[in-house]
C-alpha cells in the first residue's frame, strides 16, 4: 500500500519551488523536458530500532533533453490516518542535459494529507554537478499523466 501512496504523492502537478532562481536573468534560465520511467523495489525492513520507515530503491531512465539513468533511495512513513504519509528521497542522475555530459543528484521531499499531496521538493543538491554539468542548480517538477510520468526541469548552469 505504501508504494501507491507514494505514487500518488508524485502525482502533484503543483512544484513548489525549492530553489531560488529569482536572481536568474529570463535568459539564463533553462527548461528541460520530458518524459521517465521508473522501478521502485521495495527492501526489507530494517532493524525494528530504525524505526517505521518502509524503504525503496529507485531505477529511473530520464528521456528526453534529459537523457540520463538514476540510481537512488527512497524512505517513507504512512500513518493511521489514511493517505497521510511523507517521504524523503536522494537519486544520482548521470547522462547528458541538453547535450552537456556529467552527473548531478536530486534532492526529494514529499508530503501528503488525507490523500491530498500537500508539498513535492525535488531540488538539485548545491554543487552535486561533475563535468560539463558543474555548476548546475535548478528544481524538478514530476507530473503524472494518464500516459506515463513527466519530468520539467527549470535550471541554471553557472560554470565555476
Given at each position: ?90 537519486e544520482q542522475v548521470t547522462g547528458t542535459l541538453d547535450g552537456r555530459r556529467g552527473s548531478f543528484v536530486l534532492q526529494h521531499e514529499g508530503l501528503m494529507t488525507r490523500g491530498t499531496p500537500t508539498r ?41
Open positions: 500500500m505504501l508504494p501507491m501512496l507514494l505514487l500518488a504523492l508524485l502525482a502533484t502537478q503543483a512544484p513548489i519551488a525549492a530553489t531560488d532562481l529569482s536572481t536568474a536573468t529570463p535568459e539564463s534560465t533553462m527548461t528541460a523536458a520530458g518524459t521517465f520511467d521508473v522501478k521502485m523495489i521495495p527492501q526489507p525492513a530494517d532493524d525494528e530500532a530504525a524505526g517505521p520507515f518502509g524503504r525503496l530503491l529507485l531505477d529511473k531512465q530520464y528521456h528526453g533533453a534529459l537523457t540520463a539513468v538514476s540510481r537512488g533511495q527512497m524512505m517513507a512513513f504512512q500513518s493511521a490516518t489514511e493517505g497521510s504519509a511523507g517521504y524523503v528521497a536522494m513535492l521538493h525535488v531540488t538539485v543538491v548545491p554543487d552535486s554537478g561533475t563535468d560539463e554539468l558543474a555548476g548546475l542548480a535548478g528544481e524538478l517538477a514530476i507530473i503524472f499523466a494518464e500516459d506515463g510520468h513527466r519530468y520539467e526541469l527549470r535550471y541554471t548552469l553557472d560554470r565555476p
